[in-house]
């Protein structure tokens, strides 16, 4: 069968696609995970706490498509990152996937019953289920940026050799929390375009203004400590991007500071970091300004510019490891083969404007402001 794209082109186009997809997941089920961890913070009743849960009960679960896609897409166009990563990372995917399913729970117990109490334990359900996964995704980025404490044997079996408490170094919960701060941000720029004017919209107006200030002070301090610690790996040797995927086959060892050299390389990859450092400015000024539209769009950009700095700062490495840089995992040595790559872009090209245009038409559709009013009246909202 003729290819007509090159294997060395395939492997670029996955390792964008695998960042458009976890971009994706961020921008639509990130903004669902910021409401529920504002959702204690921002609403003080019962018809508050409906508000809030309702501005997003219509999207959320139309939105885990991009983390399906995101994890199928690894599976498939990565399987030595798939393998090492969720088997070294089990405990934390646990976390992950325990509190993304006691949301959908919380989603559909919670109005089964009017007791306050029963309420209030499903509130705080789905607090955590907003909270854990925003926390520990980027927790997960710190790590990869430090590198993973995995190595490779002569036969490509993995071994992991970390804790779940050796995660969260102090680096990693500073990753953790910007992730925690993005999100929230995000979330609140959400209720600013979904919820009408009241005490529950000023309330995340105010968390929302804290939530950019504090994303913009963690990215900046983020960049700081990646240049002072010298952080990075580099290709040891020449590397033939058309090669077979084996990782023993490219060598790669740490080198201070060379996740800053993809900058001085290309400089056009400073945009990723100049949108991670406006976007919570424009939130801010359009929060301050109550402009809605300025201030979910300062979030959107804030996201997509902090989630691409972590990609092109690292590129070509994909998951370096600490404790055997030979064996980390990069675009040139751990995808699937040519024809795999070629197929499943053929697919994609099929299924992913599907899958947009289905996004923005639900949108659409759903879209308005919801009011107290319909809250307490409707027997449709939860």
Same mark, same amino acid.
């Given at each position: 069968?003729?290819?007509?794209?090159?294997?060395?082109?395939?492997?670029?186009?996955?390792?964008?696609?695998?960042?458009?997809?976890?971009? #994706?997941?961020?921008?639509?089920?990130?903004?669902?995970?910021? +409401?529920?961890?504002?959702?204690?913070?921002?609403? $003080?009743?019962?018809?508050?706490?409906?508000?809030?849960?309702?501005?997003?009960?219509?999207?959320?679960?139309?939105?885990?498509?991009?983390?399906?896609?995101?994890?199928?897409?690894?599976?498939?166009?990565?399987?030595?990152?798939?393998?090492?990563?969720?088997?070294?990372?089990?405990? *934390?995917?646990?976390?992950?996937?325990?509190? @993304?399913?006691?949301?959908?729970?919380?989603?559909?117990?919670?109005? $089964?019953?009017?007791?306050?109490?029963?309420?209030?334990?499903?509130?705080?359900?789905?607090?955590?289920?907003?909270? +854990?996964?925003?926390? +520990?995704?980027?927790?997960?980025?710190?790590?990869?940026?430090? #590198? %993973?404490?995995?190595?490779?044997?002569?036969?490509?079996?993995?071994?992991?050799?970390?804790?779940?408490?050796?995660?969260?170094?102090?680096?990693?919960?500073?990753?953790?929390?910007?992730?925690?701060?993005?999100?929230?941000?995000?979330?609140?720029?959400?209720?600013?375009? $979904?919820?009408?004017?009241?005490?529950? @919209?000023?309330?995340?107006?105010?968390?929302? !203004?804290?939530?950019?200030?504090?994303?913009?002070?963690?990215?900046?301090?983020?960049?700081?400590? %990646?240049?002072?610690? #010298?952080?990075?790996?580099?290709?040891?040797?020449?590397?033939?991007? *058309?090669?077979? !995927?084996?990782?023993?086959?490219?060598?790669? &060892? *740490?080198?201070?500071?060379?996740?800053?050299?993809?900058?001085?390389?290309?400089?056009?990859?400073?945009? *990723?970091?100049?949108?991670?450092?406006?976007?919570?400015?424009? /939130?801010?000024?359009?929060?301050?300004?109550?402009?809605?539209?300025?201030?979910?769009?300062? !979030?959107?950009?804030?996201? +997509?510019?902090?989630? /691409?700095?972590?990609?092109?700062?690292?590129?070509?490495?994909?998951?370096?490891?600490?404790?055997?840089?030979?064996?980390?995992?990069? %675009?040139?040595?751990?995808?699937?083969?040519?024809?795999?790559?070629?197929?499943? @872009?053929? &697919?994609? &090209?099929?299924?992913?404007?599907?899958? @947009?245009?289905?996004?923005?038409?639900?949108?659409?559709?759903?879209?308005?402001?919801?009011?107290?009013?319909?809250?307490?009246?409707?027997?449709?909202?939860?």
């Amino acid at each position: 069968m003729a290819i007509p794209l090159d294997y060395e082109t395939l492997r670029v186009i996955w390792w964008a696609l695998m960042g458009v997809l976890l971009i #994706g997941f961020a921008l639509t089920d990130g903004y669902d995970l910021g +409401v529920a961890t504002l959702l204690p913070f921002v609403a $003080k009743d019962d018809a508050e706490r409906r508000l809030v849960i309702n501005s997003v009960a219509a999207h959320w679960e139309g939105h885990q498509v991009w983390l399906i896609l995101g994890g199928g897409a690894i599976f498939a166009a990565w399987p030595f990152v798939y393998a090492v990563s969720f088997s070294g990372f089990y405990i *934390a995917m646990f976390l992950v996937l325990a509190a @993304l399913i006691l949301r959908p729970v919380a989603f559909k117990y919670r109005s $089964k019953h009017s007791d306050a109490a029963w309420r209030s334990r499903w509130d705080m359900a789905l607090f955590v289920s907003g909270l +854990v996964p925003a926390l +520990v995704f980027g927790v997960a980025v710190g790590n990869v940026l430090l #590198g %993973v404490p995995f190595r490779l044997d002569d036969n490509l079996r993995s071994f992991y050799e970390g804790t779940l408490l050796g995660l969260f170094t102090p680096f990693a919960l500073l990753s953790g929390l910007l992730s925690v701060a993005m999100l929230v941000l995000h979330g609140a720029g959400w209720l600013a375009m $979904k919820i009408e004017d009241g005490p529950v @919209l000023e309330r995340a107006r105010k968390i929302g !203004s804290m939530a950019a200030m504090v994303a913009l002070l963690l990215f900046a301090l983020g960049g700081v400590a %990646v240049a002072q610690a #010298g952080m990075g790996f580099r290709l040891g040797s020449v590397v033939d991007t *058309a090669g077979p !995927s084996n990782p023993h086959y490219a060598h790669a &060892v *740490a080198a201070s500071g060379a996740w800053l050299t993809n900058y001085a390389a290309q400089p056009w990859t400073l945009f *990723a970091p100049l949108m991670g450092l406006v976007g919570p400015i424009l /939130a801010l000024v359009g929060i301050r300004g109550r402009n809605h539209l300025l201030n979910f769009g300062g !979030s959107a950009l804030a996201t +997509v510019g902090i989630i /691409a700095t972590v990609g092109l700062s690292m590129f070509p490495f994909i998951l370096p490891s600490s404790i055997d840089p030979g064996s980390s995992l990069t %675009v040139w040595n751990a995808s699937s083969s040519h024809l795999t790559l070629w197929i499943m @872009l053929l &697919v994609t &090209v099929v299924m992913l404007p599907i899958v @947009l245009a289905y996004t923005a038409w639900a949108i659409k559709v759903l879209f308005g402001r919801l009011t107290m009013r319909e809250i307490q009246t409707s027997p449709d909202f939860y």
